[in-house]
């Protein structure tokens, strides 16, 4: 199965054959992959539905590479807090 990790050091067009894979062989994979990384399901949808002529796989790999990165933004906003003193804390 295609790991988290393994993506953010992908090319985009191995990404897309790997997603071209599970939409072929494992879709039941594929979708667990897109709940770990919570990709949002309504929004895949009306996407995959406004392009039909355009390649599913392309696509949900720019999804999943848009959320990947709207997830490390947000983890570097909250990493960047320092921690409180406990002095401070109350």
Same mark, same amino acid.
Do not use: P
């Given at each position: 199965m295609l790991e988290v990790? %393994? !993506?953010?050091?992908?090319?985009f067009d191995n990404l897309c054959k790997e997603i071209n894979n599970l939409i072929t062989n494992n879709f039941t994979a594929l979708v667990q992959l897109l709940y770990k990384i919570d990709v949002d399901e309504?929004?895949? %949808? !009306?996407?995959?539905?406004?392009n039909e002529n355009k390649d599913a796989a392309e696509l949900i790999a720019h999804m999943i590479i848009d959320r990947l990165k709207q997830k490390q933004a947000t983890k570097k906003l909250f990493n960047n807090h320092k921690p409180v003193n406990d002095n401070e804390a109350w």
């Open positions: 990790e %393994k !993506i953010q050091s992908m090319h309504k929004k895949l %949808k !009306i996407v995959l539905q406004e």
